[in-house]
Structure formats: structure tokens, C-alpha cells
């Protein structure tokens, strides 16, 4: 009976701190666009062509990219109330779990996609800066 209760606590606990920490992470300012899009205009001297084209890529990926991220917020809002209502690793709470993993794995395609229509207005040089950026950038990332 205890390492039943024990194995409850545990998951509910790392539930908490995983819906918790996504949470941080989905609220967290947004200074890496900015500072994607300062870098872009400061490292790669984008000539005015690419950087009419750059900012069309920005909005469009801006007007896909705000529903996802809300869909997400209200994704993690959900698991987070089922995790409270619960307090077991239940059917339900899988699936909240799984319909957050599924909107971050959206988030991460657009970005990845955004990446690269970035990088299609780019000429070779400055293509593999980008490229190279996007690669510390994740590696970065704990």
C-alpha cells in the first residue's frame, strides 16, 4: 500500500513540475524573436530585398504561429486542472498529456518551417550563418 501511494506521489509530483515548467517556458518573454530578428539584420547585412522579404515571412509565421501557442497555453491550463481534479495518472490525464506533446511538436514545426523560408531569401553565405545560429540555438536550449 505505501509504494502504491509512494508511485501516486511521484507522478503526480513530476505531472506538476513538468506542467509547470512547460508552463514557464510557454509564458516567457519573447526576446528570442527579437533578438532572431536583430541578429538576422546585425550578422547577415541583408540587402533591402531580403529584408522586405524577412519581414513578410515574420508576420505570416506570426499569424500561424498565435493560435498554436494559445492552443497550447489552454492545453497545459487543462492538464494542469486535471492533474488538481485527478490527483492520478489517469486516461484523461494521458491524453491532456499527449494533446500538450502534440502542440509542442506543432510549435516546433513552425519554427522549423519559419526557419527555412527565412533561409530561402538568404544567399548561400548567409544561408549557413542561419543555419549554424539555428543549430546553437537548439543545442543551447536545456
Not at 513540475?17 to 546585425?42: F, K, M
Not at 492552443?71 to 492520478?88: H, K, P, Q, T, V
Not at 544567399?123 to 543555419?131: T, V, Y
Request: negative net charge; hydrophobic residues 50%.
Amino acid at each position: 500500500m505505501k509504494a502504491t501511494f509512494f508511485f501516486f506521489v511521484v507522478v503526480i509530483g513530476v505531472a506538476a513540475i513538468s506542467a509547470v515548467t512547460t508552463r514557464l517556458l510557454i509564458d516567457r518573454p519573447q526576446p528570442q524573436a527579437a533578438s532572431l530578428h536583430d541578429w538576422l539584420h546585425e550578422r547577415l547585412d541583408l540587402t533591402q530585398e531580403q529584408s522586405v522579404a524577412i519581414d513578410q515571412i515574420e508576420a505570416e509565421f506570426a499569424t500561424k504561429e498565435k493560435p498554436v501557442r494559445e492552443a497550447f497555453a489552454a492545453a497545459n491550463r487543462d492538464l494542469a486542472a486535471l492533474i488538481g481534479a485527478e490527483a492520478a495518472y489517469t486516461p484523461e490525464v494521458a491524453e491532456a498529456v499527449e494533446q500538450v506533446h502534440h502542440l509542442m511538436g506543432e510549435l516546433q514545426k513552425l519554427s522549423i518551417e519559419h526557419l527555412f523560408a527565412m533561409a530561402s531569401v538568404l544567399d548561400p553565405g548567409q544561408r549557413e550563418k542561419l543555419i549554424h545560429y539555428a543549430e546553437m540555438a537548439l543545442t543551447e536550449f536545456h
